[in-house]
């Protein structure tokens, strides 16, 4: 299992974060996501199956969600 540390630009509330961690949990591979609205610092469990392009993909379809990587465990 490794854990990697991204950084999700316009996450703005509680629904933000909400919806992130939801639509995280269908994404193959993130076994958990924790996202702080206040900072965008989101920290993300993950196996060896976990496809980074297609999180940051699905994440920054939902709105106005930029990625940015603080790390390089991905």
């Known amino acids: 299992m490794k854990t990697a540390v ?3 630009k316009g996450t703005h509330c509680n629904a933000c974060k909400l919806l992130i961690e939801d639509v995280s949990k ?5 076994k958990s996501c924790q996202v702080d609205f206040k900072t965008g610092e989101t920290t993300i ?4 199956h976990f496809d980074f ?3 940051k993909q699905e ?5 106005e969600y930029k990625i940015e990587i ?4 991905i």
């Not at 469990?45 to 060896?48: M, S």
């Not at 603080?70 to 465990?73: I, L, V």
Request: proline content about 0%; charged content about 30%.
């Open 6 to 8: 991204i950084k999700i």
């Open 26 to 30: 269908d994404i193959n591979g993130v």
């Open 45 to 48: 469990e993950h196996d060896e």
């Open 53 to 55: 392009n297609l999180f």
């Open 59 to 63: 994440i920054e379809s939902l709105g």
């Open 70 to 73: 603080n790390n390089k465990n």
